[in-house]
């Protein structure tokens, strides 16, 4: 885990004790720990079979999870929450892409805190008035149904991202590019071989051989597949 962040995850109203566990890995792999459940199904739903199921390693963040009765308190403390809805039709908070207005939060040291609704309902409207912003995770039109676990993932990402993102850790080995000399002894094993095969005439031999001189040049072989193509080569000049 990064050291702590003040961000919270805010669940309301959840039902299917899954999605909490699902929310809770989704907000650990984006290095958050914050999750507030308000008023879920269940009451015991930190310790249910499926919660822990599906946190799948993240038992720490429903470890220091709470739960609430209330949204007024979750959002304790709370200096910007954005509601993950659409506006209401009559009056309400802006909305926003997260990849519009999330890096302007990030911008400053406001404790954010990100709510999201039933499966079934979503946000009931008087949760929505509590918020300052709407987030509005863009879609097909005509198909924007997102699981709730699945759109904690997308928002926690966006969030991170937007403070920065982590560095992408390369675990490849880059080999060893075969130096000038290899690769002219592999050019001549293969003109044997070539012609041995036949299909190489050492009176009339064209541009054949430069020309897979520049195809190894484009390639820039490694020392173990320049060792591989003459161990082709031998082959034929067994044949």
């Given at each position: 885990m990064t050291s702590p962040d003040p961000t919270r995850f805010i669940l309301v109203n959840t039902s299917h004790a899954g999605n909490i566990g699902a929310a809770a890995r989704a907000i650990?792999?984006?290095?958050?720990?914050?999750?507030?459940?308000?008023?879920?199904?269940?009451?015991?739903?930190?310790?249910h079979e499926d919660t822990v199921a599906m946190a799948s390693g993240a038992a720490d963040v429903l470890a220091r999870a709470r739960v609430v009765a209330t949204l007024a308190e979750a959002l304790e403390g709370v200096a910007c929450a954005c509601a993950t809805?659409?506006?209401?039709?009559?009056?309400?908070?802006?909305?926003?892409?997260?990849?519009?207005?999330l890096p302007t939060l990030a911008a400053?040291?406001?404790?954010?805190?990100?709510?999201?609704?039933?499966?079934?309902?979503?946000?009931a409207n008087d949760d929505v008035y509590r918020c300052h912003a709407c987030l509005s995770i863009p879609t097909h039109p005509d198909y924007g149904s997102l699981n709730l676990a699945q759109a904690?993932?997308?928002?926690?990402?966006?969030?991170?991202?937007a403070q920065g993102?982590?560095?992408?850790?390369?675990?490849?080995?880059?080999?060893?590019?075969?130096?000038?000399?290899?690769?002219?002894?592999l050019l001549e094993h293969w003109q044997r071989a070539l012609v041995h095969i036949g299909h190489l005439d050492p009176a009339a031999p064209k541009k054949?051989?430069?020309?897979?001189?520049?195809?190894?040049?484009?390639?820039?072989?490694?020392?173990?597949?320049?060792?591989?193509?003459?161990?082709?080569?031998?082959?034929m000049l067994k044949r």
């Amino acid at each position: 885990m990064t050291s702590p962040d003040p961000t919270r995850f805010i669940l309301v109203n959840t039902s299917h004790a899954g999605n909490i566990g699902a929310a809770a890995r989704a907000i650990k792999v984006m290095g958050f720990g914050r999750l507030v459940l308000v008023a879920p199904r269940f009451a015991d739903v930190l310790c249910h079979e499926d919660t822990v199921a599906m946190a799948s390693g993240a038992a720490d963040v429903l470890a220091r999870a709470r739960v609430v009765a209330t949204l007024a308190e979750a959002l304790e403390g709370v200096a910007c929450a954005c509601a993950t809805a659409m506006t209401p039709r009559d009056f309400g908070p802006p909305t926003h892409a997260p990849r519009e207005l999330l890096p302007t939060l990030a911008a400053g040291d406001a404790t954010v805190g990100f709510v999201f609704g039933s499966e079934r309902y979503g946000l009931a409207n008087d949760d929505v008035y509590r918020c300052h912003a709407c987030l509005s995770i863009p879609t097909h039109p005509d198909y924007g149904s997102l699981n709730l676990a699945q759109a904690v993932q997308l928002v926690a990402y966006e969030w991170r991202q937007a403070q920065g993102g982590f560095p992408v850790v390369s675990r490849t080995v880059d080999p060893a590019r075969a130096d000038g000399a290899a690769v002219q002894g592999l050019l001549e094993h293969w003109q044997r071989a070539l012609v041995h095969i036949g299909h190489l005439d050492p009176a009339a031999p064209k541009k054949l051989i430069p020309r897979v001189n520049q195809l190894l040049n484009r390639a820039a072989p490694t020392q173990e597949e320049v060792h591989l193509l003459r161990g082709i080569a031998t082959t034929m000049l067994k044949r």
